[in-house]
């Protein structure tokens, strides 16, 4: 047996589990405006802009990971990940709808608090007597 080889991969795998630690990041607590955005009628094809906005209420900082949607008609932009106590926060989101009747769409907001992720939900309706128009 060469236990030399050995030795080295098992000195190998103790490094890296070691350095492989995670860091803690500290919760927060975070406030949102609005959960729910409900457009009613909106005219065929016409993008929707919203401004999710939101408050860091902890004592810590809120570290936004990730800013995901339901579907492809909903486009988040975020211009901050770390948003300190007490400060404000804003997540522009475009909605297009291309469905006819109905819509809804969610956004989900990753961040380093108990509520994580945050889903705010947005619907409306495309009104059918816009497309006789066209």
Known sequence: MNYKKYGIFFSLCFFIGCSNKERKVEQTKV?????IFDFG???FEEDVPIKI???NTGKNSMIIENVKTSCGCTVPK?????IKSNEYGYI???????????????VYVFYNGPNSPK????????DYLDLLEE
């Open 78 to 82: 975020l211009k901050k990940k770390v």
């Open 31 to 35: 406030s949102f405006e609005k959960e």
């Open 119 to 126: 889903k705010i939900r947005i619907k409306g309706e495309i």
């Open 53 to 55: 906005k939101f408050l």
């Open 41 to 43: 009628n909106v005219s």
């Open 92 to 106: 522009d989101v475009t909605v297009s709808p291309t469905t006819r009747g109905k819509f809804s769409s969610s």
